[in-house]
């Protein structure tokens, strides 16, 4: 695991390029703000927390009000951005420090890759692909 803190809202930090149209790594990263203003795409994690108690359902989050995109919205149970060259276990380490449940890449069900293109509230263009 790296020693990374866990970023909130709209924080700096680099993300690592991914080449459509298939979103293979390029190795290359770039401050994230950056990659929203040149249209960049690049990774993150969105984990899907299904209840099976009654009546089975999905835990969802409600976003902050002072993110930059889709304040106030429900949103994945967890998510988190691959910064740098993260694998998926930063990734989920870091996710377990933001909820408090440690979660384990091979006790989870991969169901595929997710694209998002959203326009934050400065105007970027926010491009990126979601393990899910």
Same mark, same amino acid.
């Given at each position: 695991?790296?020693?990374?803190?866990?970023?909130?809202?709209?924080?700096?930090?680099?993300?690592?390029?991914?080449?459509?149209?298939?979103?293979?790594?390029?190795?290359? /990263?770039?401050?994230?703000? $950056?990659? !929203?203003?040149?249209?960049? !795409?690049?990774?993150?994690?969105?984990? !899907?927390?299904?209840?099976?108690?009654?009546?089975?359902?999905?835990?969802?989050?409600?976003?902050?009000?002072?993110?930059?995109?889709?304040?106030?919205?429900?949103?994945?149970?967890?998510? $988190?951005?691959?910064?740098?060259?993260?694998?998926? #276990?930063? +990734?989920? #380490?870091?996710?377990?420090?933001?909820?408090?449940?440690?979660? #384990?890449?091979?006790?989870? /069900?991969?169901?595929?890759?997710?694209?998002? +293109?959203?326009?934050?509230?400065?105007?970027?263009?926010?491009?990126?692909?979601?393990?899910?």
């Amino acid at each position: 695991m790296t020693n990374k803190k866990p970023k909130f809202h709209d924080d700096d930090f680099k993300v690592e390029i991914l080449e459509p149209p298939f979103f293979k790594k390029t190795g290359q /990263t770039i401050d994230r703000k $950056e990659a !929203w203003k040149k249209g960049h !795409w690049y990774g993150a994690v969105n984990l !899907w927390i299904v209840s099976d108690q009654d009546t089975p359902s999905i835990v969802y989050q409600q976003r902050s009000p002072n993110i930059g995109w889709a304040p106030g919205k429900l949103d994945a149970s967890a998510g $988190e951005h691959y910064e740098d060259l993260d694998t998926l #276990d930063d +990734v989920l #380490d870091k996710v377990s420090e933001e909820i408090g449940k440690k979660y #384990d890449a091979k006790d989870l /069900t991969y169901l595929g890759k997710k694209l998002n +293109v959203g326009i934050g509230a400065d105007g970027t263009t926010r491009n990126t692909v979601n393990d899910v």
